[in-house]
């Protein structure tokens, strides 16, 4: 380890050029600047331009600056220093912890990049027992940086993230987004309308927060299979969802907010939406949608296997 230069070398890694060289510590890793770095072999060290110049031909130039500021800035504003890693918790990642090195290439816990390690495509900072609670913060609108981002979940519902503040507009930039998971958070106010552009969205996962104010329009989600948004004071109606070709589940449950009829094409999927103010036609199946009203008739079936489409169930 170069303590001046913080760069870290093995045997298996190209011969570089360093300037300045002061000392070689292996070891345990005890300050920002000394790292652990194994066998070291043969290793040869020169005097030379720092940094070397790259060799011709295809291969990992980092990631993008602007989505390494994103990343960082959860880190910093959500305790990251305080993150456990808990061994057997990363869903995507490499398991290591942030802030060293590149996120691609070192295996961020929760951190997917794309095949070059260019763009972060899937992110999971605190799956269940992580012991890596997005603590005391708000989600930073830089978030919306990551352009190629297609699974984000930023809680879960056994060792949930405390977000509070609202959600950034900026997550409607996300157009390649695919799953959604943003319950038992905390985060409050309205749901931007901005999410309305996320048109590649299979999953919606809202739930257990402190979100108030109007439903956004779902007709424009047509790949939209799983919606959730339950126990919130959310108003609206359920109109929009009905007209979803793909919804096999909706939990809408505990808004007393919500109202209007209740769209007869909702009768046949498994969907909840007790504990509204939606008004049930005595000609809708029975307890269609969990709502007492409902005359009588079959229940929905429950949702396929497939419903999850390409996301992980949390």
Not at 7 to 28: F, I, R
Not at 83 to 102: E, K, L, N, S
């Amino acid at each position: 380890m170069f303590r001046d230069n913080t760069l870290m070398a093995t045997a298996k890694m190209p011969l570089l050029d360093y300037d300045n060289a002061v000392s070689l510590v292996v070891g345990a890793r005890r300050v920002a600047t000394e790292y652990w770095v194994g066998h070291l072999g043969d290793v040869l060290i020169r005097n030379g331009s720092y940094p070397p110049t790259l060799p011709p031909g295809p291969g990992p130039r980092g990631l993008a600056a602007a989505e390494l500021a994103a990343l960082t800035e959860i880190h910093s504003r959500c305790n990251g220093n305080e993150w456990r890693y808990a061994a057997g918790t990363d869903a995507v990642g490499g398991g290591a912890p942030w802030m060293i090195g590149d996120p691609c290439s070192a295996g961020w816990f929760g951190v997917k990049c794309d095949a070059v390690g260019e763009h972060v495509t899937q992110l999971f900072p605190n799956t269940r027992f992580s012991g890596n609670p997005l603590e005391g913060c708000e989600i930073p609108s830089s978030i919306g940086n990551l352009s190629s981002l297609e699974h984000l979940y930023l809680s879960n519902d056994r060792t949930p993230s405390h977000l509070h503040g609202k959600i950034p507009a900026t997550l409607g930039l996300l157009r390649r987004l695919k799953c959604l998971y943003l319950s038992h958070t905390g985060v409050s106010g309205a749901i931007p309308v901005e999410l309305q552009q996320l048109t590649n969205l299979q999953v919606f996962l809202m739930r257990s927060n402190n979100l108030t104010g109007p439903l956004i329009d779902f007709s424009g989600l047509r790949l939209l299979r799983n919606v959730w948004f339950d126990t919130q004071g959310l108003t609206g109606s359920l109109d929009s969802l009905a007209t979803l070709p793909n919804l096999t589940f909706l939990q809408a449950s505990n808004n007393a907010g919500i109202n209007g009829s209740l769209p007869a094409h909702l009768c046949g999927i498994d969907c909840n939406a007790g504990g509204t103010n939606v008004d049930c036609s005595a000609a809708l199946p029975a307890n269609c949608c969990r709502v007492t009203g409902c005359g009588k008739g079959p229940k929905a079936p429950p949702p396929p296997p497939s419903s999850m489409g390409e996301c992980f169930p949390q």
